[in-house]
């Protein structure tokens, strides 16, 4: 079993900034690839970026590259999201998920593809 737990969450102006982050923990983190989801109201959940267990690559979708950026931090067992530019588009509640297979090759984009989920938190971007 793996736990996650997001935070950072919060209302920011557009323009604005925030960091999430995302910490595990019940099983080695270092070697499962990581992603991060959110889900705005009344839409499905959708893939915002994911980091490979080395951090050596990261694959984001086209509605926030450029803007948003992932890392991870193995040794702390976390993961990252640095959310720059942000726009009231961006309001939702933010997931990050666990792909559970060992040393995985690819960052997957479906939510189905990731196997533990945390809470999620909620940004909320002003206008």
């Known amino acids: 079993q793996v736990q996650l737990v997001e935070s950072g969450g919060g209302l920011v102006q557009a323009g604005g900034s925030l960091r999430l982050s995302c910490a595990a923990s019940g099983r080695p983190f270092s070697r499962y690839n990581m992603g991060w989801f959110r889900q705005a109201p009344g839409k499905e959940r959708e893939f915002v970026g994911g980091?490979?267990?080395?951090?050596?690559?990261?694959d984001y979708a086209d509605s926030v590259k450029g803007r948003f950026t992932i890392s991870r931090d193995n040794a702390k067992n976390t993961v990252y999201l640095q959310m720059n530019s942000l726009q009231p588009e961006d309001t939702a509640v933010y997931y990050c998920?666990?792909?559970?297979?060992?040393?995985?090759?690819?960052?997957?984009?479906?939510?189905?593809?990731?196997?533990?989920w945390g809470q999620g938190t909620q940004v909320t971007v002003s206008s």
């Open positions: 980091i490979s267990w080395s951090g050596s690559r990261t």
């Open positions: 998920a666990v792909d559970s297979r060992y040393s995985g090759t690819k960052n997957y984009t479906t939510e189905y593809e990731y196997h533990y």
